[in-house]
T-cell receptor, first 115, second 111 residues
Framework: AQTVTQSQPEMSVQEAETVTLSCTYDTSENNYYLFWYKQPPSRQMILVIR??????QNATENRFSVNFQKAAKSFSLKISDSQLGDTAMYFC????????????FGTGTRLQVTL | ETGVTQSPTHLIKTRGQQVTLRCSSQSGHNTVSWYQQALGQGPQFIFQ???????GRGNFPPRFSGLQFPNYSSELNVNALELDDSALYLC??????????FGSGTRLTVV
């Protein structure tokens, strides 16, 4: 079974600064997908970024980028130029391949962006 | 394109009752999954449907059941509600393995 660990329950960053959220995972699979989801107080899970394990290049979406270290089973999220609207819970998630694959989530990191 | 919509948004039920939660998948998505998110926790996988057949189930008892309809909308049914069933229930739909689009959830409170 896969496990996802987020070791930072809470983090704080000042507006316009950069913050990195950590995530490690455990799996015996070679091909899989990793995700970061954002959950604001509105409760909806919003996909932030997606990484395919067979791609060595780190994914980037505007101010969001990841540092994917497959051998270390590490998948951190870097948020640059933090904005107040980035305040939310952030969940790291793992998904295997195949039609029966499911998302396995970590326990989340609460990010607070301050003025 | 429409997103994933869930109804109702909030619900209060009494222990022992039954509840049905509903989800409309995003257009073009043929896979729907349900997750239970307890307060302060990450979502836990309940089950998944692909083309109207259940093709994956998490560690939840049989009193949690579901359906997926030909239009890919879905229902989650929970019988004999327990206090620990109080949680946010999230529906998510997907096409292939791109990733899941989530609804805003149904907050269920069992008293």
């Amino acid at each position: 079974a896969q496990t996802v660990t987020q070791s930072q329950p809470e983090m704080s960053v000042q507006e316009a600064e950069t913050v990195t959220l950590s995530c490690t995972y455990d799996t015996s699979e070679n091909n899989y997908y990793l995700f970061w989801y954002k959950q604001p107080p509105s409760r909806q899970m919003i996909l932030v970024i997606r990484q395919e394990a067979y791609k060595q290049q780190n994914a980037t979406e505007n101010r969001f980028s990841v540092n994917f270290q497959k051998a270390a089973k590490s998948f951190s999220l870097k948020i640059s130029d933090s904005q107040l609207g980035d305040t939310a819970m952030y969940f790291c998630a793992f998904m295997g391949t195949g039609t029966a694959s499911k998302l396995t989530f970590g326990t989340g990191t609460r990010l607070q962006v301050t003025l | 394109e429409t997103g994933v919509t869930q109804s109702p948004t909030h619900l209060i039920k009494t222990r022992g009752q039954q509840v049905t939660l509903r989800c409309s998948s995003q257009s073009g998505h043929n896979t729907v999954s349900w997750y239970q998110q307890a307060l302060g926790q990450g979502p836990q996988f309940i089950f998944q449907y692909y083309r109207e057949e259940e093709n994956g189930r998490g560690n939840f008892p049989p009193r949690f059941s579901g359906l997926q309809f030909p239009n890919y909308s879905s229902e989650l049914n929970v019988n004999a509600l327990e206090l620990d069933d109080s949680a946010l229930y999230l529906c998510a739909s997907s096409r292939m393995n791109y990733g899941y689009t989530f609804g805003s959830g149904t907050r269920l409170t069992v008293v």
